[in-house]
């Protein structure tokens, strides 16, 4: 269950110590997200490499899972946060920054059986009012599969739909491949 507490700024929230899973302020409030279970780390594990073996090689985006993103009044950590390739944020020497003080490019959810699907609705929607280009909320349980586009345009998908993928990425999915990855042979 997501435990939401109240906190007056968001800077007195990244002063408090890390939790695991995640505690995420939003909109003023602090609530930690729930563990993981099989389906979701299936699923995130499974798109984070998908992603990364074509966008990363040829230097597009990179996807990284379970990412803080502070931007916009908040900090989130979605499920999986892909950035393009020069929005990474980098440390003067070019490596890698801990700290990614923007918005992510494609924000990716996947609901969990307890978590609210309001809540992490609202995340998505901060995203791309924030300047997240696409949105997916991975709905495990129903097999399907919503979409949030700029002008929080929403669609969803199911079955054979081919899924938006972030511009310039090469890579192809429908909702039916996704969720085969649920099932082991």
Known sequence: MTTVVQSST??????????????????GKISQKPMPQGEHSRLQGKLVATVNAVAETSKIALAFPELRC???????????????????????????ANRFETYPDWAI?????????????????????????LGWLIFPDEANILT?????RVEMLTGTAQLPILSNIDLTLTV???FSWLTLE
Do not use: M
């Open 70 to 96: 502070v931007f916009g009044g908040a900090a989130i950590v979605p499920d999986i946060s892909v950035f393009r390739w020069e929005r990474i944020p980098r440390e003067p020497s070019g490596r890698i």
């Open 176 to 178: 039916e491949q996704v």
């Open 148 to 152: 949030i586009f700029p002008n929080q």
């Open 10 to 27: 968001l800077a007195e929230f990244l002063q408090r110590p890390e939790t695991k899973p995640a505690s995420e302020y939003i909109n």
């Open 109 to 133: 959810e996947i609901l969990s059986p307890d978590q609210s699907f309001g809540n992490v609705l609202n995340k998505l929607l901060h995203c791309s009012q924030n300047g997240t280009e």
